[in-house]
T-cell receptor, first 116, second 112 residues
Framework: DTGVSQDPRHKITKRGQNVTFRCDPI?????LYWYRQTLGQGPEFLTY????????KSRLLSDRFSAERPKGSFSTLEIQRTEQGDSAMYLC??????????????FGDGTRLSIL | QQQVKQSPQSLIVQKGGISIINCAYE??????FPWYQQFPGKGPALLIA?????SEKKEGRFTISFNKSAKQFSLHIMDSQPGDSATYFC???????????FGGGTRVLVKP
């Protein structure tokens, strides 16, 4: 169990640029989640996948945000035309969904995005 | 809409003391309540979790108490240690595999 891996750990970019983050879940986990955490706050749900299917998106996820999990393994989160308000920690989590017998979510260490 | 309210925002406890963090939820459909511990620069790490069919769960120095009628649950950290200094988040979800709704967090400082 190598844990959830996120890359990069830090990203600094200018306002208006596009950024992409990657998440590699725990290998046998079929569910993958993205959360956003601002300083001093709890994580807020953005979206999640079961295998390659995106099952739910939060209203927080504006049309500038897009997430993919093309082969049901790693996932990418892209933010287009970044804004100051996008500065946050972006957390990825994964879990094993087996119907009634669900397992808890395990988080990566996040990607900290800073918009200049 | 803040569906999970957490208090206090911060607390200071002496080494060996008890840290108590409280959470209240609104959505009666929630049926799984995990607690996460987060250190600076790290992601949240699962500490302990409870389902509403039990009123208390203990794992080592960590205990969750759950009051279904009051829609409240709390984390007790017994014999607090300096290494417990971290931010603690309660969360809730409809079954363990679905999206988590987090409380606002409690920064705990354990003084030696």
């Amino acid at each position: 169990d190598t844990g959830v891996s996120q890359d990069p750990r830090h990203k600094i970019t200018k306002r208006g640029q596009n950024v992409t983050f990657r998440c590699d879940p725990i290998s046998e986990h079929n569910r993958l989640y993205w959360y956003r955490q601002t300083l001093g706050q709890g994580p807020e749900f953005l979206t999640y996948f079961q295998n390659e299917a995106q099952l739910e998106k939060s209203r927080l996820l504006s049309d500038r945000f897009s997430a993919e999990r093309p082969k049901g393994s790693f996932s990418t989160l892209e933010i287009q035309r970044t804004e100051q308000g996008d500065s946050a920690m972006y957390l990825c989590a994964s879990s094993l969904y087996r119907g009634l017998d669900n397992q808890p979510q395990h988080f990566g260490d996040g990607t900290r995005l800073s918009i200049l | 809409q803040q569906q999970v309210k957490q208090s206090p925002q911060s607390l200071i406890v002496q080494k060996g003391g008890i840290s108590i963090i409280n959470c209240a939820y609104e959505n009666t459909a929630f049926d799984y309540f995990p607690w996460y511990q987060q250190f600076p620069g790290k992601g949240p790490a699962l500490l302990i979790a409870i389902r509403p069919d039990v009123s208390e769960k203990k794992e080592g120095r960590f205990t969750i108490s759950f009051n279904k009628s009051a829609k409240q649950f709390s984390l007790h950290i017994m014999d607090s240690q300096p290494g417990d200094s971290a931010t603690y988040f309660c969360a809730a979800t409809k079954a363990a595999g679905n999206k988590l709704t987090f409380g606002g967090g409690t920064r705990v400082l354990v003084k030696p």
